[in-house]
T-cell receptor, first 114, second 117 residues
Framework: DSGVTQTPKHLITATGQRVTLRCSPR?????VYWYQQSLDQGLQFLIQ???????AKGNILERFSAQQFPDLHSELNLSSLELGDSALYFC?????????????FGQGTRLTVV | AQTVTQSQPEMSVQEAETVTLSCTYD???????LFWYKQPPSRQMILVIR??????QNATENRFSVNFQKAAKSFSLKISDSQLGDAAMYFC??????????????FGAGTRLTVKP
């Protein structure tokens, strides 16, 4: 168990709909990263938050948005969903110091758009 | 910006043999961290091994070891005595020391390892 919790584990929804994916980082971790992984593909970096502030954006569509709350949990909002948005969405967290340097991943949310 | 390149999309190895997965990276930073993650069919991301750039000694974890060549910016993963359970996608990752800034964690595209019985 990595200590990073993602909910829900699975999500099936229709095109045009909006969904929210939730991530609770490890206790004490300040950085949260969101990644999208399509079938048999690599990790596409979407966005990073650090202690509530957006720090970096990757290939995140305008239809997608995210935020990190004061308790450090994060939500990824996906709207106007398309079939191509079907993917595994990972959240990862890491502490904001140099002592524990790796990112810890949640189990992912598998999104299926039908 | 730092980039991570894995030039081998797929590799295969015979059970009990040794295989090396390649990774190169580009950076202007002098101190950083490198990782190998494993993603088995369950799709869970598992940390395999880490290397601090300031350490000259190559990291080892049981059957997993790295060949870290800082000047060449190369970080390969060697898996000895390969087992069927090693079959997975392997991702190389770079971590900047500037934690919290500008996507400080970057991943390569991955290498899919097949282990043949």
């Amino acid at each position: 168990d990595s200590g990073v919790t993602q909910t829900p584990k699975h999500l099936i929804t229709a095109t045009g709909q909006r969904v929210t994916l939730r991530c609770s980082p490890r206790s004490g971790d300040l950085s949260v990263y969101w990644y999208q992984q399509s079938l048999d593909q690599g990790l596409q970096f979407l966005i990073q938050y650090y202690n509530g502030e957006e720090r970096a954006k990757g290939n995140i569509l305008e239809r997608f948005s995210a935020q990190q709350f004061p308790d450090l949990h994060s939500e990824l909002n996906l709207s106007s969903l398309e079939l191509g948005d079907s993917a595994l969405y990972f959240c990862a967290s890491s502490v904001g110091t140099l002592k524990n340097t790796e990112a810890f991943f949640g189990q992912g949310t598998r999104l299926t758009v039908v | 910006a730092q980039t991570v390149t894995q030039s081998q999309p797929e590799m295969s190895v015979q059970e009990a043999e040794t295989v090396t997965l390649s990774c190169t990276y580009d950076t202007s930073e002098s101190d950083y961290y490198l990782f190998w993650y494993k993603q088995p069919p369950s799709r869970q991301m598992i940390l395999v091994i880490r290397q601090e750039a300031y350490k000259q000694q190559n990291a080892t974890e049981n059957r997993f070891s790295v060949n870290f060549q800082k000047a060449a910016k190369s970080f390969s993963l060697k898996i000895s005595d390969s087992q069927l359970g090693d079959a997975a996608m392997y991702f190389c990752a770079y971590r900047s020391p500037l934690v919290g800034n500008n996507n400080d964690m970057r991943f390569g595209a991955g290498t899919r390892l097949t282990v043949k019985p």
